[in-house]
């Protein structure tokens, strides 16, 4: 594809949200000499009234955000440019000596928090999710774990640095991994053969790698989780995570539903393609390609063309959403394009000084790419829409309703597709979009249970783990492929899952935002402007209400039980002629 030739956010001149009244305009917080004496002058304050407390909380959320926005930045700077040694030591220092200080004055500010808020007696009900969550912290805080959790920090930025390296000589040309994932869409069976073989054969090179490097990461988790007096990883992440609302045996609940209601569809949808390909078996490299032998549907070639075609979705959706992306290319907040050395992936992630979000992708100009701009734009309009909240912690909100932000906004958006499509293209998208949907819905559960069970055996061998992968992989239908000769490639297909690596058991929260985002599109159906301001209300809460009450806000039901998810499977079974 192309080079993008949009702007770029200047980092340099980005200015607060507003005017700072506690932290030095001019402070560097990558400075640890300038970071300990402002954290100090919060802890050390004398409160008088709960005037004077609200003021304080004010002050430590001004301080907050300035310190998470200057390591987004570096964040952002490594991740784009994952072969600048310059760019990971700025991050790996930041990681190094900046974090661990700020997380012991982290918790140190939680219980002044807790005492202060027990003597002034503070509003209950606006504070109740804030201080719910940081007495969990308080609970789980142990100073030896701080240093394990730096480690456990550069261990995946390992990760990050590993993958981003990955290119592949191909048909003449050095390519990226996201561009390798292209050619799968080619008709050409034996092109994606290659293509896949070798984009895999390039993975499989670290393998050893990335499993002393995981075996490092379980070893650290499960300490981490001992010395917190944590029974194992998987109570201390769900404590950490603040799951209130939830439990591990409501995750396994949502295994249960989705092997017996969504796996059996999905195997439907791939028992099409093979009747369509007309093949006797489906390989790894069959399962991306449109099954009829067109050629990959091509929705722009640069990628300003990919914003300027969302932005005419999001003006046509919704006037506000549209003037919120137009603000976003403005200032140049979107790095979209893939390129050598980029980090794999993509994220949205908010500058919380400033309040504003940035857009990280790799675009190569096919319909995911569409689909997933869409989604990380649902990410930056609940940003915006949550932003005036003066306290950090309820401008983000909890993962599972992010992600119905995300999802959601695929498919309120489904019905503008003609901005990139003729019809009978937008219908193959539309085809393509909802067996996605299928299939996310079976590997977050994939993806879920192996995780349960990596922390619920923490003396596993390396050996025990790649059979607990394949038996959990085809549990829930091994992608209906066969992997005949491909034993080594199925047995480390994990690895190239980052979160397992990087944010541990932070996956079902796709699951259960995708089935919000569902109802949410099914509410939509039938009154799409109630639907809309249901969703733009429950963002604008960002995360000061508890999980349950947003989704009610949204008008949609935080549950996961085989009664919710079996009308749901049906609506997606009826959109796919299944």
């Known amino acids: 594809m192309p080079a993008d030739t949009t702007a770029k956010l200047d980092f340099e001149q980005l200015g607060p949200y507003q005017e700072r009244r506690f932290v030095p305009p001019q402070a560097d917080l990558t400075v640890l000499d300038q970071v300990k004496p402002l954290c100090q002058k919060l802890l050390e304050r004398s409160i008088h009234s709960s005037l004077e407390m609200e003021e304080w909380l004010r002050d430590r959320s001004e301080l907050e955000a300035a310190l998470s926005q200057a390591g987004t930045i570096l964040y952002i700077r490594m991740t784009c440019q994952t072969d600048d040694p310059s760019r990971a030591r700025a991050y790996q220092q930041f990681i190094e000596t900046i974090q661990p200080v700020v997380k012991v004055f982290t918790d140190q500010l939680n219980r002044k928090f807790l005492a202060e808020q027990a003597h002034w007696h503070l509003n209950e009900q606006l504070y109740h999710v ?90 650290l988790r499960v300490t981490i989780a001992k010395n917190a007096g944590c029974a194992n990883f998987c109570e201390y992440k769900f404590r950490s995570l603040h799951r209130f609302d939830y439990t591990s045996q409501s995750c396994k609940q949502y295994h249960q539903s989705i092997e017996k209601l ?20 489906l390989r790894p490299w069959d399962t991306a390609v449109d099954p009829l032998g067109r050629p990959p549907l091509r929705p722009f070639n640069r990628a300003n063309e990919l914003m300027e075609g969302c932005q005419r ?22 790095d979209l394009e893939s390129r050598k050395g980029k980090a794999p992936g993509g994220y949205q992630s908010t500058l919380d000084e400033a309040r504003k979000p940035f857009i990280f992708m790799n675009a190569v100009g096919l319909d995911d790419d569409v689909r997933t701009l869409l989604h990380e734009a649902g990410h930056a309009f609940h940003a915006l829409a949550c932003a005036g909240d003066p306290l950090l912690n309820y401008r983000h909100g909890p993962m599972e309703f992010n992600e119905v932000a995300s999802m959601g906004m695929e498919l309120l958006a489904d019905p503008y597709l003609s901005v990139f499509y003729g019809p009978e293209d937008e219908q193959r998208s ?29 003396g596993h061998t390396p050996d025990e783990r790649r059979e607990a992968w394949l038996r959990t992989h085809r549990r829930f239908g091994g992608d209906g492929v066969d992997w005949k000769s491909l034993e080594e490639e199925h047995a480390f297909l994990w690895h190239r899952q980052l979160h397992i690596f990087e944010v541990p058991f932070y996956y079902i929260e796709y699951g259960i935002a995708q089935l919000g985002a569902l109802q949410l599109w099914h509410s939509a159906r039938k009154d799409p402007k109630t639907a809309l301001e249901n969703y733009k209300m429950a963002l604008a809460l960002g995360g000061s209400k508890p999980l349950p009450e947003l989704f009610k806000t949204a008008g949609i039901r935080f549950d996961f039980s085989a009664e919710t998810i079996a009308p749901l499977t049906q609506a997606i079974a009826g959109q796919l002629q299944l």
């Open 130 to 219: 804030y201080a719910r969550g940081l007495r969990t912290d308080v609970d789980l805080f142990v100073q030896e774990n701080v240093m394990l959790q730096t480690e456990v920090d550069l261990l995946t930025q390992e990760y990050q640095t590993i993958t981003g390296a990955m290119t592949v000589e191909f048909e003449g040309k050095e390519r990226t991994m996201p561009e390798m994932g292209k050619v799968l869409y080619e008709p050409d069976r034996g092109l994606r053969e290659r293509a896949w073989k070798a984009a895999a054969g390039r993975r499989l090179r670290d393998k050893d790698q990335l499993e002393k490097l995981f075996d490092r990461l379980v070893s």
């Open 313 to 334: 979705i999001f003006e046509r959706l919704d006037p506000g959403l549209g003037k919120n992306f137009s603000e976003m290319l403005k200032t140049g907040s979107l």
């Open 430 to 458: 539309r085809r393509e979009h909802w067996e996605g949907i299928a299939f996310i819905l079976v590997w977050v559960a994939i993806i879920d249970a192996f995780q349960h069970w990596l922390y619920e055996h923490p």
């Open 262 to 281: 969504v796996v059996p569809l999905w195997q439907r949808v791939l028992e099409r393609r093979k009747k369509e390909m007309q093949l006797q078996a």
